[in-house]
């Protein structure tokens, strides 16, 4: 990956941590820990220049992200379910963005969390 594609992607992932931040004291602690592991993964993905990863894997962690957030909160709808599912699909989203578009999807979607 080329040096400003890092720079760029290093900036995502800040601005992504600074948004979600304010949250975390408020969600499970899972939720904490798996949006710090998939931000940490990507962080080091952008600087080691990591192959992006496969769709089973990316598919599998939404699945027990979604199964995760029904399973604390008995529902998937409502403020607190839905502010969790929308941080824990925003650190995912992380995982398949390739492009600029993508990017800024990320950054409208950090206005609602």
Not at 88 to 100: F, P
Request: net charge positive; with cysteine; aromatic share 8%.
């Amino acid at each position: 990956m080329p040096a400003p594609l890092i720079h760029k992607r290093l900036r995502l992932i800040a601005c992504l941590a600074l948004v979600i931040a304010p949250h975390l004291s408020r969600v499970p602690v899972w939720v904490s820990l798996f949006v710090g592991l998939v931000l940490t993964w990507q962080l080091l993905a952008a600087i080691r220049g990591w192959r992006p990863a496969n769709r089973w894997l990316r598919v599998g962690l939404a699945t027990l992200a979604f199964a995760g957030v029904y399973a604390s909160f008995g529902r998937v709808n409502g403020q607190e379910a839905g502010v969790t599912l929308l941080m824990v699909m925003l650190a995912l989203k992380l995982t398949e963005t390739h492009n600029h578009r993508d990017n800024m999807v990320i950054l409208g979607l950090c206005y609602f969390v």
